[in-house]
């Protein structure tokens, strides 16, 4: 039998890579002298303190929190580097930044991100400057988003699919159609296909798609648990 000594468990753990998401949370608050509190109809809690929150993946450990400020056009808190860049690229460069992704060797190097803050240019930014991967859906028309090459329709059978590289930057994109068209922008580039599942009528049926894409799946709920938590 061979006996684990703490120290090769510690290094066991860090040279573990932990993956982190970042997305928005909250924290409950009703006072209506609370000059930063927001509302929102469609989350259990209505009136709340909004964050940019960069999480676990697996354990939900928040590594950074930063308060909401719309715009912050002063720059508040904000990473000198980052000065001048567009505000939903700034924010989750400034949580990787503040959290010191970009200095971690053996620890997390993969952020996950939804299609608020995911494009082509952040993830060619992550990558290249500060070696960290990145996987996220993204919206039409965000910076480096070819429309006229992802043109699917949600017309179209499920687990059809498009995929390009730019091996330049080293940034994947991929639009796959499920119930809706899926747009997914990776820094971690894979043409490999996954199978899924999906309900039909009273029967699943197995749809082929994009293994980005069911990585996204996989982790992107670091925030969203670590709320109801």
Request: proline residues 3%; positive net charge; glycine residues 6%.
């Amino acid at each position: 039998m061979h006996l684990v000594t703490l120290n090769e468990a510690a290094q066991n753990v860090m040279e573990t890579p932990e993956k982190v998401s970042f997305d928005e949370g909250g924290t409950s608050s009703r006072h209506r002298c609370n000059p930063i509190r927001l509302f929102n109809g469609s989350k259990p809690v209505k009136f709340r303190i909004e964050h940019f929150i960069l999480s676990c993946s697996k354990t939900c450990f928040i590594h950074h929190a930063d308060v909401y400020q719309g715009k912050n056009a002063s720059d508040v808190h904000i990473h000198k580097s980052l000065v001048g860049v567009p505000t939903t690229q700034k924010v989750v460069l400034n949580a990787a930044l503040h959290a010191n992704m970009d200095e971690c060797v053996h620890g997390a190097r993969h952020i996950y991100v939804d299609n608020r803050y995911q494009c082509p240019q952040l993830a060619a930014v992550l990558l290249k400057r500060y070696s960290i991967c990145s996987t996220g859906t993204c919206r039409n028309g965000r910076v480096g988003w070819n429309k006229t090459l992802f043109d699917l329709k949600k017309s179209q059978d499920k687990g059809t699919r498009k995929l390009a590289v730019d091996r330049i930057n080293g940034v994947m994109c991929a639009q796959w159609v499920d119930s809706k068209v899926v747009n997914c922008v990776s820094s971690q580039v894979s043409t490999r296909v996954d199978a899924v599942k999906r309900q039909n009528g009273s029967q699943k049926d197995t749809v082929p798609c994009p293994v980005p894409i069911v990585d996204y799946q996989k982790h992107m709920f670091g925030v969203d648990k670590g709320d109801q938590m």
